[in-house]
């Protein structure tokens, strides 16, 4: 029954006769007797938060009974609490007030009234409340009389009331009790509540069960007794207490509820659940706990008195008869179930045995189905753009039986075909109307990207068991896939040569297998630009060369395109083949042009007037065809050769000469007038066709009346130079230095001075001397005869030389720093000392500039002239540190003044060869690494912290178990998947090294060229006192150990498992021996080659295990404050141990003095 104030409040009910009003007290109307009126007037009002309410009135008129509706329901405003003991918590509430009137039942003695409340159909709930009323007629002759009625009884509810009329002199007291008394004949009735009505109180035995309610009426004393909750085989009484020795009067009895217990059998609701699971006795069978669970309390309540028994018959063949006297409302019984039957159907009869003729037997058959747990499949819904997986709760019978969901999902990568085991997300649950469970695939790592993934996903519901180990329900399966293939991309291309590009192909897809996988390839189609429909043949001769060792491709990788010819638009379109033998949609075509390979045999050339000189000039022209090229001598400016004696002659080209033409311009007697620069065009020129201003190769012919013994000469340091100048025209010579000043005949101090010289053919010699060619020396010399206006030029150069070595104070660790030190010897004052760098031979050489872009770590010092003998000797300090992106060549060049794009120091440089004066130096560090801090983060978890220095971008730090007694080649990784790990070995030791360590944080080392340091310091995954300062950011890794074994109980406790605690722990850096530095056949730098594997250990630190954990115990030994000393700086570590296999620094020089190219090879 439902609270009254739940849903109507400050119900009042009155009768109306005579003009009086008489309010009901206890759901008593004290009325007069009136011989003159034979009804009354009843008034019933009340108020409710809800406009939708029924009101429905039965009274007696005349003979029968009849019905009154609400008559008005209005909304108004009315206290709340209006009982309250302060009227400041009586606030004013809106309500709806409802009420009936003009209703007149007979003015009869005890006569019943009914009054129910309800809400109505349109209203969210149906709810009701009844009521009654009685009406007494206070008639005299009723004084000292006490009348009593069963107000109401139903299986949970016992109401019964009393009204005691006091005469008006009646002084006796009245004393009321109930009792209860049971059906089995043991039993004994029991008093439950008693009340004694004296004058004007009521006294109430506070000691018994039942507090009675009584109240001071106007003419007498109204009593309610209220038993929540009754047993329905029980009979109960309310009693007068006699004044004298005779029995006590009963007032009222309460009979059992038993008349209808037929209809209630056939009409109560029977429902079966299933309680406990456990494997069955033989393998496809269950042992089910099932209750039938009886829903009506008048048969549980009647079941102490009466024999009931309920019998079940499965439709499968069981090997006992189920049988049970009912004894409450649930009836356990357990039985085997078939786990291939999907609806478990049984029979159910329920019986009541016949106990006499007024009781005769009473039986209820009825069929009961239920699912087999074991055999119940979920219904699965998927959101293929979410990810979200849901599914409804399971079957009501069982659902308290579902201990909780497993959940298996594997991520199939459709590119590289590998199947990898995820952790699952938690579940969620969801309220709408029912439970609803919700596995959400989007919370998977890389769920948004576009890499081609099929999710599949294993649910199993688990049950409780009664045997303590979980039973699996029939498993849900279902598939989710993500991602597409799309066009490959060509991002860029890097020129090598007139001959080779490099083209960076990138597959739609960036999964982190692809990054390496030899696997991966690409198919090209490549076309020439402006040559016609057809492609010509010289394309089958284009080779497209994958490279897969460099790292700076990400994804992608670098293509070397060779066999291209020079001076065309190309265009290629790349198809990224996946190992899977799937491929991506092919790529836009990307274009890109090769430059024309033209050179002129000389620069300048030097003649008197009547004698002859050559021009030669070859380029490639390609092959024979209507798009063949041809060569063509102009002036410079690319007008018309000058009149005049000439003939050109060509050597046509073919395959022996890779299509090079050679055009040879031959003057037999050279004319004054064919003194000019002269230019060699070749047509059409790629750069004429991408509208570029063209710069032919020139050669000067200079026709000059006078000759020199030497054109130009490289001098050592400090030698005596001496140049002859001679002409047939009368006249005087002079020499002009390279500052334009004349020189004399004076031969003071080591200055150049001039000698005039008879020479016997005749003519005018002049000679100049430098008796001590220093490098202010250096640079063009011009003789020069005024009458005829000729000239000749004589250039003076010193020998130049270079070297380049490892820098005094310089380390070979990862984080520390590394110094170069570039001696070289200039040839010209001009001339200065460059610094370049790349990661290998494929790569293109990068210009150093201080401050370098996108590399501050980068510092250049150059030094003033060194004071030796040799003062044309200058120093170069280039300061970086070891890092990733210093791995690779460093070169030092000596070059002339540059251009404007190479002196814009916001611009990179690069360039495919090296000046002619240059020395090379292999660079290669050692990583660092050191396990820092130890410390116990749980009560049973110890986290140690590795740092590091990686010297390769492919360097990866791990963490690794050493069992004891092993040697270093016999570590477990750890962190990796039980397929990833050797099989070779102790499985079993495996398998709890798996389980005991997991990886922990991770925070990936920066270094100029990788992310940025400043924005990792800002996201808190660095840590640096002032960020713009640091370079390179180490990398660590955590490690934790969990505190747990199993016992040969199987039983998990909190200890070290016994087969670890005399190991070891390591840190290692690991690297593929596809990037290892190789010397004389074996690597360098490396302490060991994993076995069975093709990587290498670099550098390693280890901690044993009983540092950490009592080796008798397993239990933690760490102090507080943690042990091995806090993490530091990295740098400052030994780094572990060292390499084996460092060879010790050796310098390799080859000095060509006619090239002035040296190599230095730093092993």
């Known amino acids: 029954m439902l609270h009254s104030t739940d849903l109507v409040f400050q119900r009042n009910y009155s009768a109306k006769i005579n003009d009086q009003i008489i309010e009901a007290k206890m759901g008593f109307l004290e009325l007069p007797e009136d ?22 009135v039965t009274i007696m008129e005349g003979d029968s009974y009849a019905a009154h509706l609400k008559e008005y329901t209005n909304p108004t405003m009315v206290m709340a609490f209006p009982r309250a003991d302060e009227a400041a918590y009586a606030w004013p509430i809106p309500a709806y007030r409802v009420a009936a009137s003009e209703m007149y039942p007979d003015l009869v003695d005890e006569g019943p009234v009914s009054i129910e409340w309800s809400t109505t159909e349109e209203a969210a709930s149906i709810r009701t409340i009844k009521e009654h009323l009685r009406i007494i007629i206070l008639s005299p002759s009723r004084d000292g009389t006490v009348r009593a009625w069963e107000w109401q009884r139903d299986a949970n509810h016992l109401d019964i009331r009393a009204y005691y009329q006091v005469g008006e002199n009646e002084a006796t007291s009245v004393k009321l009790y109930l009792q209860r008394s049971g059906c089995t004949p043991n039993a004994h009735p029991e008093r439950l509540g008693s009340v004694e009505l004296v004058h004007d109180n009521c006294v109430v035995d506070n000691t018994e069960p039942i507090k009675p309610e009584c109240l001071r009426t106007g003419s007498g004393f109204a009593v309610r007794f209220v038993v929540p909750n009754p047993s329905a085989s029980d009979a109960f009484d ?49 042992q089910m706990d099932v209750a039938v669970i009886v829903h009506s309390k008048v048969i549980v309540d009647n079941s102490a008195c009466l024999p009931m028994t309920i019998a079940l018959h499965p439709t499968w063949p069981v090997g006992e008869k189920l049988e049970s006297h009912l004894v409450s409302n649930e009836t356990r019984f357990t039985m085997p179930v078939p786990n291939d039957q999907r609806m478990l159907t049984l029979d159910l009869e329920m019986r009541i045995e016949a106990v006499n003729d007024s009781h005769p037997e009473l039986t209820n058959r009825r069929s009961l189905t239920l699912p087999n747990p074991r055999y119940y499949g979920l219904e699965v819904t998927v959101n293929e753009v979410t990810g979200e997986v849901k599914w409804p709760a399971v079957s009501l019978p069982f659902r308290d039986l579902l201990d909780r969901f497993e959940v298996k999902v594997t991520s199939v990568n459709r590119v590289c075909g590998v199947t990898e085991e995820l952790d699952a997300p938690d579940i969620k649950q969801e309220f709408n109307g029912s439970p609803v469970y919700v596995l959400n695939l989007g919370e998977l790592p890389d769920f948004g990207s576009n890499v081609m993934r099929e999710y599949n996903f294993v649910i199993t519901p688990l049950f409780k068991s009664s045997a303590g180990e979980p039973v699996k329900g029939a498993k849900a399966e279902g598939t989710l896939s993500k991602g597409q293939l799309e066009h490959t991309a060509v991002k860029s291309h890097l020129p090598l040569s007139s001959r080779s590009v490099r083209i960076l192909v990138v597959p739609s897809q960036s999964a982190a297998c692809l990054r390496g996988n030899p696997a ?13 429909p057809e492609k010509p043949d010289y394309l089958t001769e284009v080779e497209f060369e994958p490279d897969s060792t460099d790292a700076s491709a990400g994804f992608g990788r670098w293509y070397t395109v060779k066999g291209l010819q020079p001076g065309r638009r190309y265009e290629v379109q790349a198809t990224v083949h996946y190992p899977t033998e799937t491929k991506d949609e092919p790529s836009p075509f990307y274009q890109f042009w090769t430059p024309d390979e033209v050179s002129v045999s000389t620069k300048a050339v030097f003649v008197s007037s009547g004698t002859s000189a050559i021009l030669n000039c070859t380029g490639v022209v390609g092959p024979s065809g209507p798009y063949q090229k041809r060569l063509e001598w102009k002036r410079q400016d690319g007008t018309p050769l000058p009149e005049g004696n000439r003939v050109e002659i060509v050597i046509t080209a073919d395959k022996e000469t890779d299509w090079t033409e050679t055009i040879s ?67 005087k010579l002079s020499w002009t230095s390279p500052d334009g000043q004349e020189i004399t005949t004076s031969e003071a101090s080591s200055n150049p001075y001039v000698e005039e010289a008879a020479p016997p053919r005749g003519g005018t010699t002049l000679i100049m001397h430098i008796p001590n060619a220093k490098l202010a020396h250096t640079g063009d010399y011009v003789c020069a005869h005024p009458d005829s206006s000729s000239h000749r030029v004589f250039h003076l150069l010193l020998v130049e030389d270079i070297r380049l070595q490892i820098g005094a104070g310089s380390s070979q660790k990862a984080g520390e720093q590394l110094l170069l030190n570039c001696t070289a010897s200039l040839g010209d004052a001009k001339r200065k000392i460059e610094w370049y760098r790349r990661g290998s031979s494929l790569e293109m050489w990068t210009l150093l500039r201080d401050p370098m872009k996108g590399d501050p770590s980068i510092s250049i010092t150059n030094q003033p002239s060194v004071t030796t003998e040799e003062e044309n000797l200058h120093t170069s300090l280039l300061k970086t540190v070891n890092s990733p992106g210093s791995d690779g060549e460093f070169a030092c060049a000596l070059n002339s003044p540059p251009t404007s794009a190479e002196a814009d120091n916001e611009i990179v440089f690069t360039t495919s060869t090296l000046p002619k004066v240059h020395a090379l130096l292999n660079v290669a560090s050692t990583p660092v ?18 740092t590091g220095y990686p010297a390769h971008e492919n360097d990866r730090l791990i963490w690794s178990y050493l069992p004891e007694g092993e040697t270093e080649e016999k570590a477990i990784p750890i962190g990796l998947s039980q397929e990833e790990v050797s099989t070779s070995g102790d499985s079993e030791l495996a398998e709890v090294v ?18 940025s340091p400043v924005l990792l310091a800002v996201s808190g995954k660095i840590r640096a006192r002032n960020a713009e300062d640091v370079y390179f950011t180490p990398e660590s890794l955590d490690l934790v150990i969990t505190q747990s074994a199993k016992t040969d109980a199987n039983e998990l406790v909190e200890e070290l498992d016994p087969k670890l605690r005399k190991g070891h722990v390591l840190c290692q850096y690991q690297r593929s021996a596809a990037t290892l530095m190789v010397h004389d056949g074996q690597p360098v730098l490396a302490l060991r080659k994993l076995e069975g ?3 290498h250990v670099m550098i390693e630190d280890k901690i044993p295990m009983s540092k950490m954990f009592d080796i008798h115990t397993g239990a933690i030994i760490i102090p507080e404050a943690g042990i091995h000393g806090a993490a530091g700086d990295v740098k400052e570590s030994d780094g572990g141990a060292a ?8 310098i390799i020089w080859l000095n060509l003095l006619l090239t002035g190219y040296m190599l230095i090879h730093f092993l």
């Open 1093 to 1095: 594997d093709s990587k």
């Open 238 to 286: 309310l009693y007068q207490v006699s004044s004298d020795d005779s029995p006590d009067k009963q007032l009222v009895h309460s009979t059992a509820m038993q008349q209808n217990l037929q209809n209630d059998l056939l009409a109560t609701d029977i429902s079966l659940k299933i309680v406990g699971l456990a494997d069955g006795q033989k393998p496809d069978e269950t």
């Open 929 to 946: 690494v050191k396990i820092g801090q130890i410390k116990q983060t749980k009560p049973n978890e110890v986290q140690l912290q590795c």
């Open 35 to 56: 011989p003159q009126n034979s009804y009354f007037e009843l008034h019933v009002a009340a108020h409710s938060l809800t406009k939708k309410l029924d009101l429905n």
């Open 665 to 731: 311009l031959i003057f037999d007697k050279v004319e004054p007038g064919q003194a000019n620069t002269y230019g060699c065009f070749i047509r059409p020129s790629v750069m004429e066709v991408l509208n570029m201003p063209v710069s032919p190769p020139t050669a000067r012919l200079v026709v000059s009346e006078l000759e020199l013994n030497m054109q130009s000469h490289e001098a050592k340091s400090g030698e005596s130079v001496s140049v002859e100048c001679h002409t047939q025209q009368k006249g």
């Open 520 to 532: 991966v390839t690409a198919e090209f189609n490549i076309q020439v630009i402006g040559e016609g």
């Open 1139 to 1146: 390499p084996k296999n460092v060879i010790a620094g050796k």
């Open 994 to 1011: 798996h389980t005991t360590f997991r990886l922990g944080e991770h925070s990936p080392a920066t270094w100029p060229g990788s992310a």
